[in-house]
Nanobody
Framework: QVQLVESGGGLVQAGGSLRLSCAASGSIFSISGMGWFRQAPGKQRELVAGITAGGTTNYGDVVKGRFTVSRDNAKNTVYLQMNSLKPDDTAVYYC???????????????WGQGTQVTVSS
């Protein structure tokens, strides 16, 4: 089994910064893509940022230029540095990872439990 554990959420004032971390553990053979999604109350879950094992990144339009995703492959950990936070960034942030648990097995997506980020105005 594979577990993803997020940390780093909390309450911050508009214009402030937070750094989220997500560590994957368990029966891991390899991880390809890792990333972050978020879901605000009454809204659909949306892509925040993604990163491949080779370091190629992509971002949702609303966070480009403010958020930076990175990863440490040796630690199976993905990070999200969030700067210039706005009240509209308030949401539960979920990390995800595409994991193979065996060399010849199928890849599947795993999700963390989510961490709350609240930005006050």
């Amino acid at each position: 089994q594979v577990q993803l554990v997020e940390s780093g959420g909390g309450l911050v004032q508009a214009g402030g910064s937070l750094r989220l971390s997500c560590a994957a553990s368990g029966s891991i053979f390899s991880i390809s893509g890792m990333g972050w999604f978020r879901q605000a109350p009454g809204k659909q879950r949306e892509l925040v940022a993604g990163i491949t094992a080779g370091g190629t990144t992509n971002y949702g339009d609303v966070v480009k230029g403010r958020f930076t995703v990175s990863r440490d492959n040796a630690k199976n950990t993905v990070y999200l540095q969030m700067n210039s936070l706005k009240p509209d960034d308030t949401a539960v942030y979920y990390c995800t990872a595409a994991v193979k648990t065996q060399r010849w097995g199928a890849q599947r997506d795993y999700w963390g439990q989510g961490t709350q980020v609240t930005v006050s105005s």
